[in-house]
């Protein structure tokens, strides 16, 4: 308050003084004064300028590399000019007398684009001290390799997906492997790593000659983690016994199929098809007469053999990432439900077995998410089976599920063993029978909508406890139905970045991949 007042009696003083030359004193003593103060405002007006033309480079060069990325032909130049010119230029009047000159965009031997921007910025107040303009120049530089990723590919392998949609699944993960991983990139520091994990009714997690699994990587069937026993044969005796039927030697009567047009359904997925109704039969069926032939009681024997089909932990552990002294049950089954499965490819930074295992993905069976869900998480984590993960409290790698499905759930995991006997529960828990994914639920019901439900409060289940370790998640939906309860669900596992996406046909399925691959490729860029 002291200034004030002090200022304002030299104000008076000023004023009411007589003698000019107090008054020409102080009129130029105000020159420098008023310099110093324009000044102040034009340099304040070039440092916002220089602030947002860095601003506007690196986007520029940002969206440049992105689409570099996916399309090496591009004209990049082309894009940096035209953003600058949009979002600089255009978009504030009052920088219009701003002079700038774009230098030419360059990729560099290390695959760093680089470019730079020299601007004038006109000054108002220092054109009275001889000084038109604050001059500068700014650079930027891009590139791929900023920070680690893990991408797990969880996809719908299953018979609804068999022919043309299997093709457009095909096609699209390549189409977001070139734009992450393109051929060209030398990913020797290991940044990008990606696994495949193809699921139907269950998870094929590989098996080779000698016991050993995956063609990445060198584990066992003894895997901490998995409870596989070894291949083996069972055998029994068989009484001996009359095997009877019956004959109609004097039948006239003939039957010809009674077929209609009916709606059946391929993994819950409906389609048109003909089915026979009843039989059109004309002419004396006769009597029945009794044959009965004795069979020999006889040994037999069945050989099991693990073929990489993987069961599910019991329910208290099966949507965990955790507690791998309750280990994961292989299937040792006689006749094995997902050996026509694609195997998985484990997490890897060799784009070879990427690539490799991404077309040998075949459409089979049903659908039961949680598997595929699980072994995705799996193939990202730290922890047994596999480890081959990161830790989840790394600051450098970022976690990402990228989950497609074509379809709601139609298979559950066993609960129970209803109505089994002692010595059956045995062999059945041998087998692995308490691992199934099939349509039987804990009341015995034979039923894919009583399947469904359980399958999917272990795939919400299961979505969140991912989401809790900040894995990124990204949902595809591949022609399924709008507003449905799959969809809810699938928009619902999305999350922490990740989105979820609804693809009507091949083309938006393309597109979907393409703009998860240019967010992923968003996080890796570095200037």
């Known amino acids: 308050m002291q200034m004030v007042k002090n200022f304002r009696a030299f104000c008076r003083r000023f004023v009411d003084a007589r003698k000019g030359n107090v008054a020409i004193i102080f009129g130029f003593s105000m020159i420098p004064v008023m310099v110093l103060i324009g000044g102040i405002v034009d340099y304040g007006m070039a440092i916002k300028t220089k602030s947002q033309l860095t601003a ?13 990325a996916e399309d090496p032909d591009v004209d990049y130049q082309k894009i940096i000019e035209d953003y600058i010119n949009k979002n600089f230029t255009q978009s504030d009047k009052r920088l219009h007398g701003t002079i700038i000159e774009i230098s030419t965009a360059e990729i560099t031997e290390e695959g760093e684009m680089k470019a730079s921007v020299t601007a004038k910025v006109p000054t ?50 390549n189409d977001l492997l070139d734009i992450i991983y393109p051929e060209d990139f030398n990913n020797s520091d290991e940044k990008i790593k990606f696994s495949v994990v193809p699921f139907a009714n269950y998870v094929n997690i590989g098996v080779k000659d000698g016991g050993t699994y995956n063609v990445v990587g060198r584990s066992d069937r003894n895997e901490p983690g998995l409870d596989i026993p070894d291949d083996y044969t069972r055998t029994w005796w068989v009484e001996g016994h009359n ?184 062999w059945k828990r041998k087998l692995g029978w308490r691992s199934l994914h099939n349509t039987a639920d804990v009341y015995g019901h034979n039923s894919s909508w009583h399947a469904a439900q359980y399958a999917n409060a272990t795939t919400a289940e299961l979505c969140t406890n991912i989401k809790a370790k900040n894995i990124m998640v990204y949902t595809i939906g591949f022609e399924i139905e709008a507003d449905s309860e799959i969809e809810n669900l699938m928009k619902s596992c999305a999350g922490n970045g990740g989105k979820y996406f609804d693809a009507d046909d091949s083309t938006e399925l393309a597109d979907a991949f393409k703009e998860i691959g240019k967010s992923l490729l968003n996080l890796r860029l570095t200037h």
């Not at 791929?144 to 590919?153: D, T």
């Not at 993994?267 to 029945?288: A, I, R």
Request: one cysteine or more.
């Open 243 to 426: 095997d009877c039927w019956n004959e109609y030697p004097n039948s006239t009567e003939e039957c010809e199929p009674v077929k209609e047009w009916r709606t059946c359904y391929n993994d819950g997925v409906p389609y048109d098809c003909l089915k026979t109704v009843d039989w059109n039969c004309t002419g004396d069926p006769g009597e029945p007469v009794e044959h009965c032939e004795w069979v020999e009681g006889v040994e037999k024997r069945k050989n099991y053999k693990w073929k990489g089909c993987m069961g599910s932990r019991d329910a208290d552990h099966r949507t965990r990432d955790e507690d791998y002294d309750v280990k994961v049950p292989g299937m040792m089954m006689e006749y094995n439900m997902c050996k026509d499965t694609a195997t998985l490819t484990r997490l890897t930074s060799d784009r070879d077995a990427i690539v490799s295992g991404l077309s040998k993905m075949k459409a089979r069976y049903n659908t039961y998410i949680p598997a595929g869900l699980m072994w995705g998480w799996r193939t990202l984590s730290p922890n047994a089976p596999f480890a081959d993960g990161s830790s989840y409290d790394s600051e450098v790698v970022r976690k990402v599920i990228v989950l497609m499905t074509d379809g709601a759930n139609t298979r559950k995991a066993w609960g129970k063993w209803n109505g089994l006997e002692n010595d059956d529960k045995a």
């Open 124 to 173: 108002s107040f220092l054109k009275f001290a001889h000084l038109d303009d604050f001059e500068f120049t700014i650079g930027s530089g891009v590139m791929v390799g900023g920070s680690s990723i893990e991408i797990a590919l969880v996809l719908d392998n299953t018979g609804s997906m068999k022919g043309s949609k299997l093709t457009a699944l095909k096609n699209a993960t």
């Open 56 to 68: 506007t480079l690196d986007a520029a060069m940002l969206a440049a590399m992105l689409q570099y």
